[in-house]
């Protein structure tokens, strides 16, 4: 029979399932008898696009760890489930008049599906989705606690405000002006919004860094996202008033230096004067005020200026145009003074420390109905009552329009009545608050669900979540480096601080896949081509086609560009083992790679050979075959061992490659052999892998077999000792590998006896491998 990965592949994902062996024991006390490790991908987020190729790599990544893991005796905790509230179910529920639970379900399907015919090894029974009301139910409860600490509060704050989708962003959401998401233009407004003070913990977030195995581009940028810089506020007299100018900067010691002061536009000191000038620009004006310097009395003018932002520090600066770069520009802009200055001796500093973050408190409500409801009741002399926690969780409402007004109503506000309002046992009414919570909110705790995801009483049992946390892997994109994983570390130390969590942190390593791109291929007339076609039919084939110079660019993969490729063809055509070996042999896991369909054939054809090599004869006969394949055999297995275990897959596989190649020459290869490559190679390819232990007589699964044990001295290459000697004189031993090549052998000897040869040169080397190296000095050289 010859490989059929379509026949193998179905059989042996149903048998998995059948047997339920990637379920982990429920059996605490046998649990604890062998070492856990958790290994977690970032859940997707389940779209109507359905999965592309570059979902699986990092699931790929996760699914060879965990089951190496497991052959190597760790209980693995390797979970998934769906990210599946927010806008986009929302905007299609409103586009196809569909409830977006039933639009939300129909993807969660179809993610699933295409997940579950690559075959991973996932826990399937500890599935759930940020949906369910079950789920829920614990992040609104979470919600009640950060509200019981006071670190959930409503504030009027200017906040970013969509008009395009009618609902408020959290700065982590909006760059340049625009919502990172779909590039929408986005304003400020003040509005009256839930926030939680992640502020309180920027301390503790920065600190807790240190100790993570995380990429150090990620901890840098939560550093800077963080910001964290100390100085001091200086205050100043403001001429002819009693309000005092309050500053914030990192440069005490240039006091002696400052020439003016700049406050920003919205500071209390520009009360009713609605300045607004051009962003990023150094446009100013002056206030008609002068600040005081504190040590030399002059008389400071105080602009203001865009330069200056209202939410950082004081919102007022004092301006050193000799140092300060940005001041400089403004001074000469305006005119205004520079001056040299002696720096001021630390005992001479003015007013208090301080020490200021950038980070600002998280905007925690959105104006949409695919959430979280906020559980809080709102009532009539503006009190505020949190929802009982026997009462969670608060449903979602059916409702009928899921666009919110334009005056920032949320859909939830056109609730019925029933769910609206709310009679308290004595008597009074209350209103229901319509707000719900973003998207980051059920993704800040999911990995703590999955290890008890059916506990009604708790939202995880202690002892599960002490026997399993933290995450030992986590693996997910890098566009998460401020946003999740921020939030998701402050709420864990939140969670921490209740006594819900034994550990500071979640995730003790950290690893980003990079992202897999695709060439697209685009004419002059902007018709874009199929890059599977062009790779089939050539780029000859693509110029006659068009008839028109053809662009040919590596890009995201996107519908627009015609170059999104679906996993599910790439199976129907391979097979999943093909897949899942292409997605890692394509290059460093961390690096952004272009997708090449030509590619997977190479893996493919790989994998035939292995089946070959199961076709070849097996003996059990002892020294049977070449001692030099069990060499080979060892080195390999500690190879892919090693390089599996440093998430470096595409060299385990290259080699696999190798090892295959070396046994496919061969006439005969010992079985005891061929298992073990089998063992080795079934992270990667667990169905051909299953399939061939099944054939060559084996029980049970490979997939929960014991690691190859691995022997060193098999592994070692046999070592002879090369006598050196100079003009017939012994004069060192060498050791070394045996049948070392003569010009490394010649080199090492020489290096040996250089002290031997001084100045002198030798006029020949006679060089017998594994014996003898004899170096020729013409002593009259001298
Ligand atoms: C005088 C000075 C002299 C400053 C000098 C810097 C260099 P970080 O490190 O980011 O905290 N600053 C203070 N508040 C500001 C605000 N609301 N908007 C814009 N700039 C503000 O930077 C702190 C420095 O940024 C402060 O120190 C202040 O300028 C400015 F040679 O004061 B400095």
């Not at 290890?451 to 599960?464: H, V």
């Amino acid at each position: 029979m010859s490989y059929e990965p379509s026949v193998i592949e179905a059989k042996w994902q149903k048998r998995w399932q059948d047997a339920r062996i990637f379920e982990v024991s429920q059996d605490l006390a046998e649990l604890k008898k062998k070492p856990k490790y958790y290994v977690l991908d970032m859940f997707p987020y389940p779209s109507g696009a359905g999965l592309h190729v570059g979902h699986p790599e990092g699931y790929t990544a996760t699914d060879v760890i965990a089951r190496l893991k497991r052959a190597q005796g760790y209980n693995v905790m390797h979970p998934m489930g769906w990210d599946a509230f927010g806008l986009p179910a929302e905007r299609a529920a409103m586009r196809d008049n569909i409830h977006p639970a039933v639009i939300t379900k129909r993807n969660i399907d179809t993610f699933r599906g295409q997940i579950q015919r690559l075959g991973f090894s996932y826990d399937w029974s500890r599935e759930f989705s940020t949906t369910d009301a079950d789920y829920y139910r614990w992040t609104q409860w979470i919600f009640l606690k950060l509200y019981e600490k006071g670190l959930a509060y409503l504030a009027e704050v200017p906040v970013n405000w969509c008009p395009a989708l009618c609902t408020v962003l959290a700065n982590e959401e909006v760059k340049d002006g625009k919502y990172v998401e779909t590039g929408d233009w986005v304003e400020q407004r003040v509005m009256r919004q839930w926030m939680l003070q992640i502020t309180a913990y920027a301390e503790r977030l920065l600190e807790d860094l240190e100790g993570l195995d995380w990429p150090e581009g990620v901890k840098e940028m939560q550093r800077n996202w963080i910001g964290k810089s100390v100085g001091s506020e200086i205050e100043f007299e403001i001429e002819g008033s009693d309000q005092k100018l309050r500053v914030y900067t990192t440069r005490p010691d240039t006091l002696l230096g400052v020439t003016f002061c700049v406050v920003a536009c919205e500071h209390a000191l520009n009360q009713g004067k609605p300045y607004s000038f051009a962003k990023g620009s150094m446009q100013g004006a002056f206030t008609g005020y002068y600040a005081i310097h504190p040590l030399t009395l002059e008389r400071l003018p105080i602009w203001t200026a865009d330069y200056v932002l209202a939410h950082y520090g004081t919102g007022a600066i004092m301006a050193v145009p000799a140092t300060d770069e940005r001041d400089a520009a403004f001074a000469k802009e305006h005119q205004l003074p520079a001056r040299e200055y002696d720096l001021l001796p630390k005992e001479q500093w003015p007013g208090v420390r301080k020490t200021q973050y950038k980070l600002r408190d998280w905007l925690f409500s959105r104006q949409r109905y695919w959430g979280e409801p906020v559980p809080v009741i709102h009532l009539e002399d503006g009190t505020l009552m949190p929802i009982p926690e026997d009462q969670l969780p608060v449903k979602l409402p059916d409702i009928d329009a899921y666009k919110p007004t334009h005056a920032g109503e949320p859909p939830l506000a056109r609730a019925s009545d029933d769910w609206l309002l709310v009679q308290l046992p004595d008597g009074r009414i209350g209103r229901r608050e319509t707000n719900t919570m973003p998207q980051w909110g059920g993704s800040c705790w999911y990995y703590l669900r999955y290890l008890d995801p059916k506990n009604s009483n708790q939202l995880c049992a202690s002892e599960w979540e002490q026997y399993w946390m933290p995450v030992d892997l986590y693996v997910g994109g890098v566009e998460h480096a401020v946003l999740h994983l921020l939030y998701a570390r402050f709420w864990h130390k939140v969670l921490f601080d209740c006594g819900v969590v034994s550990t500071k942190e979640p995730f003790q390593k950290l690893f980003n896949q990079g992202m897999i791109l695709a060439h697209s291929y685009q004419d002059e007339a902007g018709k874009y081509y199929y890059p599977e076609e062009v790779e089939q039919q050539g780029m000859d084939w693509l110029v006659k086609a068009s008839g028109k110079p053809v662009k040919t660019q590596i890009e995201k993969m996107s519908k627009s560009r015609y170059n999104v490729v679906n996993p599910d063809d790439v199976i129907a055509k391979y097979g999943a083992d093909s897949m899942r070996l292409y997605e890692l042999f394509m290059g460093p896991l961390d690096q952004v790679k272009p997708w090449q369909t030509r590619g997977v054939e190479g893996v493919h054809r790989f994998l035939h050979r292995v089946w070959r090599l199961a076709e070849k004869e097996l003996t059990d006969l002892p020294g049977s075959s070449d001692p030099a394949l069990w060499k080979l055999y060892h080195k390999t297995l500690k190879l892919v061992e090693e390089h599996t275990l440093e998430l470096r897959f595409n060299t385990a596989i290259s080699h696999m490659m190798i090892f295959v190649n070396e046994a496919t020459a061969l006439a005969r290869i010992p079985k005891e052999i061929f298992l073990g490559f089998v063992k080795m190679l079934a992270p990667y390819a667990p169905h051909l892998c299953e399939e061939l232990w099944e054939r060559l007589g084996q029980t049970s699964f490979v997939s929960i077999a014991d690691w190859p044990v691995f022997r060193l001295d098999l592994a070692q290459d046999e070592e002879v000792v090369v006598v050196v000697q100079i003009n017939g004189k012994r004069r060192a031993d060498l050791k070394v590998c045996k049948g070392l090549a003569k010009e490394d052998l010649q080199a090492q000897a020489l290096e040996l006896v250089k002290h031997w040869m001084g100045e002198l040169s030798p006029s020949r080397v006679i060089v017998v491998p594994d014996r003898v190296v004899n170096i020729v000095l013409n002593l009259t050289e001298k």
